[in-house]
């Protein structure tokens, strides 16, 4: 089993936020691949699904972003997962609005979800990391994490959370190069 775990801030009115993108891609993943649906569990709303052949645990924590590693910790105990199982999807202000990267590992470039599950479970756990852009200067960082994607983003953001849901197959399989390869293509064709 693998672990797939969505970042983002519980509640109707974080919805649209860009620090959201990563309750999204969940999201996207759940409708495409036809999880079952969610049930509350491990602090958070959790949803068990195959892809291809692999087994999947997604979950959306449902403490707030600062906390998230209290779930996926408590997931990982309960399935008795390592490191190497769990997938966190979040947004990365170093990568352009819509591009998508993949890693094992690396520092938390500030992200208090990324700290949090850092300090829960260790470092060593894959990312994808979902670029949401830099607004220029530190001081808007903020409000820029926190704000919602404008209208005219909406049609690209679809976009790339459908290519996630869709090559997220290579992902399950264990081919990062792949997965990011294919999704970058799917987003070059439009």
């Keep these: 089993m693998q672990l797939w775990v969505g970042l983002g801030n519980p509640g109707a009115s974080y919805a649209m936020h860009r620090h959201n993108v990563g309750f999204m891609a969940a999201d996207a993943i759940a409708e495409v691949h036809r999880f079952d649906p969610p049930r509350k569990q ?100 903020t409000g820029h994490v926190l704000g919602r994607y404008h209208k005219t983003e909406i049609e690209p953001l679809s976009d790339m959370l459908g290519a996630i849901a869709a090559e997220a197959g290579w992902l399950a399989a264990g081919d990062d190069v792949r997965f990011m390869n294919d999704v970058a293509m799917r987003l070059a064709d439009l």
Excluded: C
């Excluded at 190497?84 to 938390?108: M, N, Q, R, S």
């Excluded at 470092?123 to 994808?128: D, E, I, K, L, S």
């Design 42 to 141: 491990f602090q958070g709303w959790a949803q068990e699904g195959r892809i291809g052949g692999d087994k999947i645990l997604l979950l959306k924590p449902g403490t707030f972003m600062n906390e998230s590693g209290q779930a996926i910790g408590a997931a990982m105990r309960f399935y008795k997962l390592g490191l190497d199982a769990v997938t966190v999807f979040h947004d990365e202000l170093d990568l352009a609005p819509f591009k998508v990267k993949v890693k094992t590992g690396g520092g938390t470039a500030g992200h208090n979800g990324l700290r949090s599950t850092e300090t829960h479970i260790g470092n060593a756990f894959r990312r994808v990391r979902i670029g949401i852009g830099h607004p220029g200067d530190k001081a808007l960082v």
